[in-house]
């Protein structure tokens, strides 16, 4: 089985790879984002979406 490996530090294995909610918060206290990133390094994987705001009323 192939496991993940940091391309800063060479750490391996999918243990590493964390994900922290963002301190900014929605109305309803949810967070706006998430980001994934190494926990030995701090190499971000990727920053990813938690809160989409959705229209609640027919454009027409």
Do not use: L
Request: glycine content about 6%; some cysteine; charged content about 20%.
């Amino acid at each position: 089985m192939v496991e993940p490996k940091c391309p800063e530090c060479g750490a391996v294995g999918i243990e590493h790879i964390v994900a922290q909610d963002s301190k900014e918060q929605s109305d309803t206290k949810d967070p706006h984002f998430n980001v994934a990133y190494c926990n030995k390094c701090g190499h971000i994987y990727g920053v990813f979406a938690k809160v989409v705001n959705r229209q609640t009323s027919p454009i027409w």
